[in-house]
């Protein structure tokens, strides 16, 4: 298990194959606001390992996961990585700045009232933060 940071989260998640974004967070919080693309784990649940599983299922194989929460202080992305990797998942990635360190780099969030820049994904969240991508559309 790896602990990485905002960067090399976008570079894996515009990477081939993709990573699955896992959040760690309350439903409350994920309601309101979560990385897009990302889907809400809950550790505590059974049907956590199944969630996973079929997402696993659905994506190309080697998809690394990368586990995120609120920020550096939130222990819950780590109890989910563990549980995850003792299960036998992985390549295995906690995303140590979680929503605070995607927030400070102005990336887009997704929940109610947000939205996910016409849902074009990473690489053009990337884009947009350098300024080298287009924000209107003909």
Not at 6 to 18: G, H, K
Not at 55 to 81: E, M, N, Q, W
Not at 132 to 138: G, K
Request: with cysteine.
């Amino acid at each position: 298990m790896q602990t990485i940071g905002t960067f090399e989260t976008v570079q894996r998640c515009n990477a081939s194959p993709r990573a699955l974004l896992l959040a760690a967070l309350d439903e409350d919080d994920y309601a309101s606001e979560h990385i897009p693309d990302s889907h809400r784990v809950d550790y505590d649940q059974p049907e956590c390992i199944g969630l996973i599983r079929t997402l696993l299922s659905r994506a190309p194989a080697g998809s690394p996961l990368i586990v995120y929460g609120r920020d550096k202080d939130d222990d819950r992305p780590a109890r989910v990585a563990y549980r995850l990797e003792s299960e036998g998942f992985g390549p295995m990635h906690i995303y140590a700045d979680g929503l605070a360190g995607w927030r400070a780099m102005s990336y887009a969030l997704a929940g109610s009232g947000r939205e996910d820049h016409l849902t074009l994904g990473f690489a053009a969240n990337e884009a947009m933060h350098h300024g080298d991508w287009p924000t209107t559309t003909t």
